[in-house]
């Protein structure tokens, strides 16, 4: 489509009011950032076959371009226009979080995801960083912000939170870098703690909550990511993470289809530790520890909008503070933390199990602290 033409534009908007006069909630924008093209469609410059990346210089030919915020301010008025609180997401890959901010102004969509946090490797002066670049940035245009791990596009995170770089990045090659999936596991459960003790809105992609990793080895022959084909079969692609959810059984397809159904990618044996059945009334699986942290986070007054602070904390931990009475410490350093050194409170979730109220590496804990 040439999003230059108005035609085109016109037809998207008849698009939009199509499915709202059915009654949708909204609408997920896929590739918001690559609507508009520089009119003479110059040569990128350089040969890249990931084509995923946000962009890497000033006026990209084709991503992130000022001309596509013109296109949602006019899917905006249309939305607007209906009763309801409808929303709008963007997936908007871009180098900045002040650029992401652009696509949440008050007059384009409600919120976009927050890839920079999705690719931010474990690390603790890493992450705060990109944590409060985001908060500053979407507060800017009054917008809430957002945060994601995991997505169809990327490894999951349980396997980059295994590997001895843990950035996240496209799977357009399999990395070959060893995977320690427990210590994976183990960094995932703390990191989902953190991300729902921000302030602003989560996005979780399916399958996260059950702990499941990348399925780096599928035979070649079920691949589906176009990826597969246009590379010559040299780059593997996403179909890692797109493997079908294990919901019941001991043998795939775990309960997935009616009985009989072969699904388009198989799913690996070892997940039949990891079904919705297995883990449900399990208090120490992945599945249990997203219920209690979902639950907590709708009742607690001090989650979901609004601020934090940060609180002093011993060398590689993340301590800050939610009002009221809210407090959240994740430690990524590599030693114990003892619990004197953090505030003093009731245990409401943790990672894993506490052990005289010391917080081991790569683990999270929600405190109730007083108030007043």
């Given at each position: 489509m040439?999003?230059?033409?108005?035609?085109v534009?016109?037809?998207?908007?008849?698009?939009?009011?199509f499915?709202l006069?059915r009654?949708?909630?909204?609408?997920?924008?896929?590739?918001?950032h690559g609507?508009?093209?520089?009119?003479d469609?110059?040569?990128?410059?350089?040969?890249?076959?990931?084509?995923?990346e946000?962009?890497?210089?000033?006026?990209?030919?084709?991503?992130?371009?000022?001309?596509?915020?013109?296109?949602?301010?006019?899917?905006?008025?249309?939305?607007?226009?209906?009763?309801?609180?409808?929303?709008?997401?963007?997936?908007?890959?871009?180098?900045?979080?002040?650029?992401?901010?652009?696509?949440?102004?008050?007059?384009?969509?409600h919120?976009?995801?927050?890839?920079?946090?999705?690719?931010?490797?474990?690390?603790?002066?890493?992450?705060?960083?990109i944590i409060?670049?985001?908060?500053?940035?979407?507060?800017?245009?009054?917008?809430?912000?957002?945060?994601?791990?995991?997505?169809?596009?990327?490894?999951?995170?349980v396997?980059?939170?295994?590997?001895r770089?843990?950035?996240?990045?496209?799977?357009?090659?399999?990395?070959?870098?060893?995977?320690?999936?427990?210590?994976?596991?183990?960094?995932?459960?703390?990191?989902v703690?953190?991300?729902?003790?921000?302030?602003?809105?989560?996005?979780?992609?399916?399958?996260?909550?059950?702990?499941?990793?990348?399925?780096?080895?599928?035979?070649?022959?079920?691949?589906?990511?176009?990826?597969?084909?246009?590379?010559?079969?040299?780059?593997?692609?996403?179909?890692?993470?797109?493997?079908?959810l294990?919901?019941?059984g001991?043998?795939?397809p775990?309960d997935?289809g009616p009985?009989?159904?072969?699904p388009?990618?198989?799913?690996?044996?070892?997940?039949?530790d990891?079904?919705v059945?297995?883990q449900?009334?399990?208090?120490?699986?992945?599945l249990?520890?997203?219920?209690a942290a979902?639950?907590?986070r709708?009742?607690?007054?001090?989650?979901?909008a609004g601020?934090?602070?940060?609180?002093?904390?011993?060398?590689?931990?993340?301590?800050?503070?939610r009002?009221?009475?809210?407090?959240?410490?994740?430690?990524?350093?590599?030693?114990?933390v003892?619990?004197?050194?953090?505030?003093?409170?009731?245990v409401?979730?943790?990672?894993?199990?506490?052990?005289?109220?010391?917080?081991?590496?790569?683990?999270a804990?929600?405190?109730?602290?007083?108030?007043?």
């Amino acid at each position: 489509m040439n999003w230059a033409t108005p035609e085109v534009r016109a037809e998207f908007l008849d698009v939009l009011r199509f499915w709202l006069d059915r009654g949708v909630g909204g609408f997920r924008v896929d590739v918001a950032h690559g609507v508009a093209k520089h009119p003479d469609l110059p040569d990128l410059g350089v040969d890249r076959e990931d084509l995923t990346e946000p962009p890497d210089r000033a006026d990209h030919p084709h991503w992130d371009r000022d001309e596509v915020h013109e296109i949602y301010r006019e899917w905006r008025d249309v939305v607007d226009a209906y009763p309801g609180q409808l929303m709008f997401v963007a997936e908007a890959w871009v180098d900045h979080p002040r650029r992401l901010a652009r696509y949440a102004r008050p007059d384009e969509p409600h919120t976009a995801f927050n890839f920079d946090f999705l690719r931010c490797s474990w690390h603790p002066d890493r992450l705060r960083a990109i944590i409060e670049e985001s908060l500053r940035a979407l507060h800017a245009v009054g917008a809430p912000a957002t945060w994601v791990l995991s997505n169809h596009d990327v490894t999951r995170h349980v396997t980059r939170y295994g590997r001895r770089h843990t950035s996240g990045h496209g799977p357009r090659r399999e990395a070959t870098e060893p995977v320690d999936l427990g210590l994976g596991l183990r960094r995932a459960r703390a990191a989902v703690l953190l991300m729902l003790a921000l302030p602003g809105s989560a996005y979780l992609y399916q399958g996260e909550e059950l702990g499941l990793w990348e399925v780096a080895d599928l035979p070649e022959e079920v691949l589906r990511d176009p990826t597969w084909e246009r590379s010559g079969h040299t780059v593997r692609g996403r179909d890692g993470c797109r493997v079908p959810l294990p919901w019941a059984g001991d043998a795939p397809p775990f309960d997935f289809g009616p009985g009989g159904t072969v699904p388009w990618l198989p799913q690996p044996r070892e997940w039949k530790d990891h079904t919705v059945e297995a883990q449900t009334g399990d208090r120490h699986a992945m599945l249990e520890l997203y219920r209690a942290a979902l639950r907590i986070r709708r009742e607690h007054p001090a989650l979901g909008a609004g601020t934090l602070r940060w609180l002093d904390a011993p060398p590689g931990v993340l301590l800050f503070a939610r009002e009221p009475g809210f407090r959240c410490a994740v430690n990524l350093g590599p030693a114990p933390v003892p619990g004197g050194a953090l505030p003093a409170g009731e245990v409401l979730l943790a990672s894993v199990p506490l052990v005289d109220d010391t917080l081991p590496p790569d683990a999270a804990v929600w405190l109730s602290t007083p108030t007043g």
